[in-house]
């Protein structure tokens, strides 16, 4: 009964260095996201993932921010040319499926999603 | 823009009473409202929460009222305990997640 699990739970990284963070979403969930935690702040939307394919990557800052999913499993967020300003907690979360969208003007039922522990990186 | 906005960051209750986070909402599209609840080094677990066709949702002790005309939601916690000490984010969900900052809420014995 495994949760969603990230690796490395900790990453320190000197500016300019390239880094890499995963992510294993629970078995059988289709939709994954990534978020990120500033001090303070609450979870921010980076990108959402619907099987393999990006669904929603307008959250991620600046193009030095990539994520794939290549099988539709696990997920890596990828950091080029790191900054200061990108220390944070990085979080992933996952769902059975992804967020419905409205039809006929009436909500449908949303899709938990289930977070893992994060991973705090640490850009000096 | 702030969208989900959590006015109160921290928030101390005496155990047995009632704990009261409020959270205020800006965008009218938002259609679905979650209550997480965050331990230290932990990531954020779901609590509660409500369809916007609705004004309660009511879970044994938490209950999230809303508030369409003031776009406000609050989550009641009755009686709290110790073991509520944690932070509370609310999240409004139009598509993706949108969350407010977080209230740490303290339950002293």
């Known amino acids: 009964g495994a949760g969603v699990s990230q690796t490395p739970s900790n990453k320190v990284t000197e500016k300019g260095k390239y880094v890499e963070l995963r992510c294993d979403p629970i078995s059988g969930h289709t939709a994954l996201y990534w978020y990120r935690q500033s001090l303070g702040q609450g979870p921010e939307f980076l990108i959402y993932f619907q099987g393999t394919g990006a669904a929603d990557d307008s959250g991620l800052p600046n193009d030095r921010f990539f994520a794939v999913r290549p099988e539709g499993s696990v997920s890596t967020l990828k950091i080029q040319r790191t900054e200061r300003g990108d220390s944070a907690v990085y979080l992933c979360?996952?769902?059975?499926?992804?967020?419905?969208?409205?039809?006929?003007?009436?909500?449908?039922?949303?899709?938990?999603?289930?977070f893992g522990p994060g991973t705090r990186l640490t850009v000096l | 823009d702030q969208q989900v906005k959590q006015n109160s960051p921290s928030l101390s209750v005496q155990e047995g009473r009632i704990s009261i986070l409020n959270c205020d909402y800006t965008n009218s599209m938002f259609d679905y409202f979650l209550w997480y609840k965050k331990y230290p080094a932990e990531g954020p677990t779901f609590l509660i929460s409500?369809?916007?066709?609705?004004d309660k949702n009511e879970d044994g002790r938490f209950t999230v009222f809303l508030n369409k005309s003031a776009k406000h939601l609050s989550l009641h916690i009755v009686p709290s305990q110790p073991g509520d000490s944690a932070v509370y984010f609310c999240?409004?969900?139009?598509?993706?997640?949108?969350f407010g900052q977080g209230t740490e809420l303290s339950v002293k014995p």
């Open positions: 409500i369809s916007s066709i609705k």
């Open positions: 999240a409004a969900s139009g598509g993706k997640l949108i």
């Open positions: 979360a996952s769902s059975l499926r992804g967020n419905p969208r409205r039809t006929s003007g009436r909500a449908q039922i949303y899709n938990e999603q289930f």
